[in-house]
């Protein structure tokens, strides 16, 4: 029951971090004395602004938008009113431009993020703000989302959001509230991981013209931090907008929310570290990646729970913890009680990214084994998160030396990279060589290395290499320069597929074989390689992790 166990608690420890842990944490790290407070400069002189919407048969609201926009306290000289019509078959661009708006535009129906990228381009302000239609901004928030822009550091800034009508069965705004909370931390620590569609503004030089089906508020953060941008929230910068009437209704928004979501993170390299400060990393872990993994969290700390009774009052408890949740969601209909609402609310976002994720696979499967490999690479790291910063500080307080071990290897096409894995030999120790192996009393290996080696966890960073493109999930186990230089011709044959985490010859003996036959059995994986081998031998790995089979010659 050890494997049930560790699953059940690193699950169940995930979710309360996720939520709970993680908004404490970065409570502590914003108040160190080095996190700089987020203080809004005056922009002297203003710069130019175009405030750009995207509508689509918006004529009951366009009016009030663009009269609201009027009452700005921003110079109106400065100012520019952009309305573009998403394909629009009612008569929102007359009354826009009746209401004063300075460009209307008309663009075929192709989404809105694919309208707004035709706006950017005929829009001539310095700084690009953006709005939804049923969106109020109060009269200074453009001032203050500008003035957060006047640090040139600064590429991206969004507001605010406060979502008006609460008091029915959705229970948005406080998720709203809880969420603007923890923005404020990130803003002040590295920056925001998503903004908000309904008030943010960025610089001209750096607006990126996204692919039509992504969407600007989950991709412009932490693209621009990605090319030396920060991301901030600016609390000042409020806007108003009607809540949802149902909760069926927010539902449906949040599932096609987190669709989008669900691919920026695993297709478009959110979760990949490259571009990143270690401070934006953890943000994007622990509030991005660990958030929209929660579905799978819950059904991984449901069912091993079950699995665990009978081993301890404290799985009772932690059952009934959990079936209490399901009840009062399921009771809230007919409870007329706000916990009761709250459960019911929660246990629908996170069905959402069920649904999401679901919607993502079905209709966006990976057109390629490489994309494939992105995907469950980036779910993986997600989930491993936390037993890889445990592991790092077992690694430390056990011997000297870094975290991580990094050795040059070959890859496909000889071309060579650096492996990531975790330390778990002494420092100074010889490096051991492909195709040396590894004595299960190796005086080489720590102590901690030894467990680490014993469920190859010590291989999890190469997860790193498959986000960077280094790795394929399966294929040959990359091979240092030395080796690859004394392959005869058909050996380097290995070389031609993208080198894995696991593989044939890891299946069928490891170390425990010699090194010309773990050759042959690479060459043989090249031959034959399908979709049907590699779960074949996904399911072998599985088997061996939990015996420990293989691993030392």
């Known amino acids: 029951m050890t494997a049930v166990a560790i699953a059940f608690w690193v699950s ?16 502590l790290l914003a108040r160190l004395p080095r996190v700089e407070d987020d203080v809004a400069q005056v922009a002297e002189p203003r710069p130019s602004v175009s405030l750009i919407v995207a509508a689509h048969d918006e004529e009951a609201s366009i009016v009030h938008w663009v009269r609201s926009t009027l009452a700005f306290d921003y110079p109106r000289e400065q100012l520019e009113i952009v309305v573009v019509s998403d394909g629009s078959t009612d008569r929102t661009l007359e009354w826009a431009a009746k ?17 707004l990228n035709a706006a950017v381009e005929r829009a001539r302000g310095e700084v690009l703000a953006f709005s939804d239609a049923n969106s109020t901004w109060e009269p200074d928030a453009l ?179 959990q079936l209490t949740l399901l009840a009062a969601a399921a009771l809230a209909p007919v409870v007329s009680l706000r916990a009761f609402r709250l459960a019911r609310y929660y ?52 011997s000297r030396g870094p975290v991580i071990y990094r050795q040059r290897r070959v890859g496909k096409d000889g071309r060579q990279f650096e492996l990531y894995k975790l330390r778990t030999m002494r420092l100074g120790a010889d490096p051991v060589g492909v195709g040396t192996p590894v004595l299960e009393d190796d005086p080489r290996v720590t102590r901690v290395g030894r467990l680490l080696r014993r469920v190859s966890l010590d291989e999890i960073p190469n997860l790193v290499n498959v986000l960077r493109g280094d790795l394929a999930i399966v294929g040959p186990r990359p091979t240092l320069a030395a080796q690859v230089e004394l392959y005869t011709p058909p050996q380097r044959r290995r070389l ?48 061996l992790l939990l015996t420990g089979h293989g691993l030392y010659g």
């Open 143 to 321: 001032d203050r989302l500008v003035a957060r822009l006047a640090d040139p550091r600064i590429g991206y800034a969004c507001g605010q959001l406060r979502l008006e009508g609460e008091g029915g069965e959705n229970q948005e705004g406080v998720y709203w509230r809880y969420e603007t909370a923890v923005r404020a931390l990130e803003s002040r620590l590295a920056g925001v991981t998503a903004g908000n569609g309904a008030i943010n503004a960025v610089r001209r030089e750096a607006y990126i013209a996204l692919e039509p089906t992504r969407g600007q508020d989950i991709s412009f953060p932490y693209e621009l931090t990605k090319r030396g941008w920060r991301a901030v929230f600016e609390p000042g910068a409020v806007a108003r907008e009607p809540m949802a009437a149902t909760l069926g209704s927010e539902f449906r928004r949040k599932r096609r929310m987190l669709t989008g979501a669900w691919a920026t993170m695993l297709r478009h390299g959110m979760l990949s570290p490259r571009g990143y400060g270690p401070a934006y990393a953890f943000e994007i872990l622990s509030h991005r990646a660990l958030r929209y993994s929660s579905p799978i969290l819950h059904l991984i700390a449901l069912g091993t729970n079950l699995a665990l009774l009978g081993h301890g009052w404290v799985y009772v408890a932690a059952l009934a913890a």
């Open 12 to 27: 169940a420890g995930l979710l309360v971090y996720t939520h709970a842990g993680y908004p404490a944490l970065l409570w």
């Open 347 to 398: 246990v629908a976002v996170t069905a959402a990214s069920a649904a999401g994720l679901w919607d993502f696979v079905r209709r966006g499967v990976p057109a390629t084994w490489d994309k494939a490999d992105v995907t469950v690479a980036g779910i993986g790291l997600a989930l491993a998160s936390p037993i890889l910063a445990i592991a790092a500080i077992a690694i430390k307080l056990d």
């Open 99 to 115: 209401a004063g708006a300075d460009l209307v535009l008309e663009v075929p129906r192709d989404g809105k993020v694919a309208a």
């Open 496 to 543: 031609e597929v993208k080198p894995g985490i696991t593989g044939w010859a890891q299946v069928n003996g490891r170390a425990g074989i010699p090194w010309e036959e773990r050759i042959e059995l690479d060459v043989w994986y090249v031959d034959h390689r399908s979709a049907a081998l590699d779960l074949r031998i996904l399911g072998r790995t599985a088997r």
